[in-house]
C-alpha cells in the first residue's frame, strides 16, 4: 500500500469520524432543547394555575366583603 493510499485512508477516518460525532452532538443539542423547552411550558403551565387560584381567592374574599358589607 503506497503512503498515499495509507494517507487517505486515515483521513477517510477522520472524516468520518468527525461527521459522526458532529451529529452526535447536533442529535444529543437537540434532544436537551426539546426536554428544557418541555420543563419551562411545564413551569409556566404551573404559574399561571397558581395565578389563577390567587385570583379566585381574592374575588371570593371580595366577594364576602361585599356581601359583609350589605
Known amino acids: 500500500m503506497s503512503t498515499l493510499s495509507k494517507v487517505r485512508g486515515i483521513l477517510f477516518i477522520l472524516v ?3 461527521v459522526a460525532l458532529l451529529v452526535t452532538i447536533i442529535l444529543y443539542s437537540q ?3 426539546r426536554q428544557q ?3 419551562i411550558e411545564t413551569e409556566r403551565i404551573m404559574k399561571v394555575s397558581q395565578l389563577a387560584s390567587r385570583i379566585d381567592l381574592i374575588i ?7 356581601e359583609n358589607l350589605i
Open 31 to 33: 434532544e436537551q432543547i
Open 37 to 39: 423547552s418541555s420543563i
Open 60 to 66: 371570593t374574599d371580595a366577594e364576602k366583603i361585599l
Open 16 to 18: 468520518a469520524t468527525s
